[in-house]
């Protein structure tokens, strides 16, 4: 539509395709909606867009001042451009002609610090600022995101109404809430990537196994997938990778997804993500090991060299002895099991490093909202994400995923199933460290003593860090050499 002389309830600046698509939401729910882009043929395009697609309110402005006081105030002004610096000239660009009491939203993946940095920097005009994670692609921003806003709640309250009617909406309620103060909703969101990236690890670990252990067919794995969207295992991720194995190849015969290179691509959330469980000295394995496969299938040249040089010394490939006597329907029996089982001890890693944040930052997070929250719209959007709801709704100071009893049960029926794959992987050299990851955490997790009391001895040798006991009080040192070779006497 042109510039109407009736204010816009909302403002977005950034129209890649997110922006776009978030604005065209906006808009088909009702809510007439300014939009700003520095290269104006993205605001053209937009405007034409919301033209061809219902003659949506929506209102493209060429200058940041045009844009920002065509905006009814108090003004919200979302912004979906870049992380990093072009986030701080997007915002240097609106705020000098905003009031105080107007709002910056930020719905990039951005550090949750450069959101709590700018929250304080804007607070000096008197700006209110919200850090929101937006999950769901491109097709998520334009019929129904999960939505991640943290930071000023006041901020959130003023387009509450907006966000909740854009946000996909499931049987119990629309997927976005207040998630708490701060860089909280950025945080949020980065762990839910890093999840998104145990999940598409271990999904891909089973495909290996079932196409080369079990020798199973794109047609066959387009179709276990499929069954198994329509079982505790459907979710986003399980339904297109079904369809991924459907696709023949347009340029040459055979399946596409045979044609890929096999080097994965990132963006940097997931690596964050296992930065800060490491701060927080939150054991997130899966997650790390999905973090070093990417890593590792980024050295595309130096595998195809290794695999040369280790069958010149004799290596021999295994793989093909075990798909000869593979009882197949067994097979992708056991790897549904230790898929399911893998993604709970994934989910729970997440989960255990949003609490340790929530602990330190004070962020009081609730969890069972954000599981809510994130089984629609999302990436990872899966049905059993009601059960972690429904975990934490029974006890909101759930320790681990692990020990809530129906979770707790599920793990107990399906480890047998999952000891197998992994063994039958480790057997015919095929790596799966995703599931491998998520089974030692399962074990260490659930062993009352592990042979941690060593490592203390060893270190108490070597650098007198001293050691407790468990029959009493106390910290102790041994001179373990000198008693060791009968030299001294305990202390």
């Known amino acids: ?78 912004i979906l451009v870049k992380a990093g610096a072009p986030v701080d000239q997007t915002i240097a660009a609106l705020s000098d002609h905003m009031e105080p009491g107007d709002c910056i939203i930020d719905g990039g993946n951005e550090w949750y610090e450069n959101t709590e940095r700018r929250m304080l920097e804007v607070s000096n005009k008197g700006l209110l600022y919200l850090g929101m994670g937006v999950s769901g692609g491109e097709e998520g921003a334009r019929y129904g995101p999960s939505l991640m806003p943290g930071g000023s709640h006041q901020a959130y309250t003023n387009i509450k109404d907006i966000l909740e009617k854009v946000a996909a909406q499931v049987e119990d309620g629309p997927c976005v809430t207040y998630i708490g103060e701060g860089g ?38 387009a179709e276990i997938f499929a069954e198994w969207n329509r079982g505790e295992l459907e979710s986003f991720l399980i339904e297109i990778t079904s369809d991924i194995f459907r696709v023949k190849d347009d340029l040459g015969d055979g399946y596409l997804v045979d044609k890929i290179l096999d080097k994965t691509g990132m963006k940097g959330t997931g690596k964050w993500t296992v930065q800060q469980a490491a701060e927080l000295s939150v054991a997130a394995p899966t997650i790390a090991a999905s973090l070093d496969c990417r890593y590792l299938s980024g050295l595309k040249e130096e595998r195809e060299n290794a695999s040369e040089v280790l069958k010149q010394a004799g290596l021999k490939e295994e793989v093909g002895s075990f798909a000869q006597g593979i009882d197949k329907k067994r097979l992708i029996d056991d790897v549904r099991q230790a898929l399911y089982a893998s993604k709970i001890c994934s989910y729970a890693q997440g989960m255990n490093l949003l609490r340790a944040k929530s602990v330190e930052k004070g962020w009081n997070l609730n969890f069972g909202e954000l599981a809510r929250i994130w089984k629609g719209g999302c990436i990872i959007r899966a049905v059993f994400l009601d059960r972690i709801k429904k975990a934490y709704q029974r006890n909101p100071d759930l320790a681990s995923l692990l020990v809530d009893p129906e979770f707790a049960r599920e793990m107990v029926q399906r480890q047998a199933a999952w000891r197998r794959v992994v063994g039958l992987a480790i057997s015919a050299g095929i790596s799966t460290p995703g599931m491998c990851a998520s089974l030692a955490y399962f074990d260490t997790y659930r062993r009352a003593r592990l042979p941690a009391n060593l490592v203390q001895a060893q270190r108490d040798l070597f650098g007198a860090h001293t050691y407790e006991r468990i029959d009493r009080p106390g910290s102790f040192h041994t001179e373990w050499k000198k008693v060791a070779h009968g030299v001294g006497a305990l202390n």
């Open 1 to 78: 539509m042109e510039a109407s002389t009736a204010l816009s309830r909302i403002g977005l600046a950034g129209l890649a395709v997110m922006g776009q698509n978030l604005a065209l939401n906006v808009a088909e729910k009702g809510f007439p909606i300014s939009v700003y882009n520095r290269t104006t043929s993205k605001v053209d395009e937009t405007v034409k867009r919301a033209q061809d697609e219902g003659q949506l309110p929506l209102f493209g402005h060429y200058s940041p001042r045009e844009f920002v006081l065509s905006i009814q105030r108090p003004r919200s002004v979302v």
């Open 184 to 221: 909280s909703g950025n945080f949020v969101k980065m762990v839910h990537n890093g999840i998104e990236y145990g999940d598409m690890q271990l999904i891909s670990e089973a495909y290996d196994v079932l196409k080369h252990v079990g020798g199973l067919s794109n047609d066959e794995l």
